[in-house]
Nanobody, 111 residues
């Protein structure tokens, strides 16, 4: 009933930037808190950033000051601006809303 589609991933050099997008569609009747997670090879999935229905944000310490989560309008579409990317940011990034998850988008930071 609900679909989350991430986009914007790709290959970027260290120090570069990317903006990820998460578009939510389907039977959505309220503004939800949303989050970005990531999972690197061989590692557990970790929470990267959250944004509440009132647009309060939180960040993992590892990305604080470099990443920005945001939402435009009243609908459930969020972005993750990633600056000063490091190789350790390489992961599949997932969008989450309530119990719904996107398929993920690959971010690779490499020279």
């Amino acid at each position: 009933q609900v679909q989350l589609v991430e986009s914007g991933g790709g290959l970027v050099q260290p120090g570069g930037s990317l903006r990820l997008s998460c578009a939510a569609s389907g039977r959505i009747f309220m503004i939800y808190s949303m989050a970005w997670y990531r999972q690197a090879p061989g590692k557990q999935r970790e929470l990267v950033a959250t944004i509440t229905s009132s647009d309060r944000t939180t960040y993992a310490d590892s990305v604080k000051g470099r990443f920005t989560i945001s939402r435009v309008g009243a609908k459930n579409t969020v972005y993750l601006r990633m600056n000063s990317l490091k190789p350790e940011d390489t992961a599949v990034y997932y969008c989450q809303m309530d119990t719904n998850w996107g398929q993920g988008t690959q971010v690779t930071v490499s020279s």
